[in-house]
């Protein structure tokens, strides 16, 4: 696939906010459930869905992303392998707060503490993978540098 970098900013972007929607669904939701047991499973059902979106946006990252990334400068695969350690994290948190929801040990007022946690944390990633990854200097899409000569 040869997609330009500023493909991959919208794509990611896009992602970001649709993953954000639902992120917020799941913690509405959450605490609309603690009052409302009969809603916990519509919001497991509503966080395995963020889940399987997320995992597609790092699927598309993967495919993507890292090629723009790689190729961007002498930086490039460091910044993949950092993109791609944060990837691992966000899949992990995910799965954690996915299989607490199965846990017979936990009450769903932790679980809904652990989604309050999983937003806030998401959100931040997301965030700097914006301000990491995308940026003019990261995908090798910024204006060429002029080296002036000046001497003889």
Not at 16 to 25: F, G, I, P
Not at 91 to 100: K, W
Not at 105 to 115: K, L, M
Request: proline share 3%; net charge negative.
């Amino acid at each position: 696939m040869n997609t330009n970098a500023d493909d991959a900013r919208a794509r990611v972007r896009g992602d970001h906010a649709r993953l954000k929607q639902l992120m917020l669904t799941v913690l509405a939701g959450s605490c609309v459930a603690q009052d409302d047991p009969s809603l916990v499973p519509r919001v497991r059902v509503t966080l395995e869905r963020m889940r399987d979106e997320l995992f597609a946006h790092h699927a598309y990252s993967e495919h993507v992303l890292l090629e723009l990334l790689r190729d961007a400068d002498a930086w490039g695969r460091v910044r993949a392998e950092a993109l791609l350690d944060e990837q691992r994290a966000e899949r992990a948190m995910v799965d954690a707060v996915v299989e607490d929801f199965g846990a017979y040990d936990r009450s769903f007022e932790d679980v809904a503490e652990e989604i309050a946690w999983l937003a806030a944390a998401l959100e931040k990633d997301w965030e700097e993978e914006e301000r990491s990854f995308l940026s003019d200097e990261a995908l090798g899409d910024g204006p060429p540098v002029s080296i002036q000569q000046t001497d003889g």
